[in-house]
Each structure stands twice: as C-alpha cells, then as structure tokens.
Nanobody, 125 residues
Framework: QVQLVESGGGSVQAGGSLRLSCGAYGYTYILRYMGWFRQAPGKEREGVAAIYVGDYSTYYADSVKGRFTISQDNAKNTVYLQMNSLKPEDTAMYYC??????????????????WGQGTQVTVSS
C-alpha cells in the first residue's frame, strides 16, 4: 500500500506562486510515475503534470506549460509542483496521484492507483 499526503495549498493573488508537495509513504518502490490533477467546482478533474520516477521525464497539460514545474526528490519520496504566474482559472482542489503502471500515460486518470486527499489552491484576481 502507498499513502500520499499533499501540502502547500493556499490563497494567492493572480501572478503569484505556490509550491505543492506530495509525500509518498509505504511501498513506494512499486511506483513508476506520479502526477498532479485538479478539480474546480462544477468541472471534471483534469491532469496537470506528471513525472516518470525512473528517468525524471515530465509531461504538462497545455494550460500550465511554461508556468508549472513538476519535480521529485527521491531521497525524501516527495514530488513537488511549483506553480508560477498563477491565474484565477488555476483555482481548484489539487490532488497528487501515483501509478504502478509500466506504460506511460501521464495524464490518464485511470492509470493511477493511489490518490491523496487534496489541497486547495485559490487564486484571486
């Protein structure tokens, strides 16, 4: 089993920055890639960014390219999402997820086996 715990959400004005953290606990050696997803009120959950644990490959949704950066610290079993130039439309609950899958489907929600509880990000204009 793997447990994921997010932190770092909060409220910020447009143009500001936040860094989300996701700590993984348990049998983390089984994980192949990790991702960040978000869900705004009244909208479906969408993929934001993902990172392949083995080779650090990354993937981003078009809506966040150039503004968000996903990274990992293997020594700490932690994945980060650095969010810069935040916009009001980035307001959402952000979830960390982890996949045991061998095939790289970075933003395919069905490929993820474990999910965190979420952390709220609110961006005001």
């Amino acid at each position: 089993q793997v447990q994921l715990v997010e932190s770092g959400g909060g409220s910020v004005q447009a143009g500001g920055s936040l860094r989300l953290s996701c700590g993984a606990y348990g049998y983390t050696y089984i994980l192949r890639y990790m991702g960040w997803f978000r869900q705004a009120p009244g909208k479906e959950r969408e993929g934001v960014a993902a990172i392949y644990v083995g080779d650090y490959s990354t993937y981003y949704a078009d809506s966040v390219k150039g503004r968000f950066t996903i990274s990992q610290d293997n020594a700490k079993n932690t994945v980060y999402l650095q969010m810069n130039s935040l916009k009001p439309e980035d307001t959402a609950m952000y979830y960390c997820a982890a996949s045991m899958g061998g095939t790289w489907f970075p933003l395919g929600q069905n490929e993820y086996n474990y999910w965190g509880q979420g952390t709220q990000v609110t961006v005001s204009s």
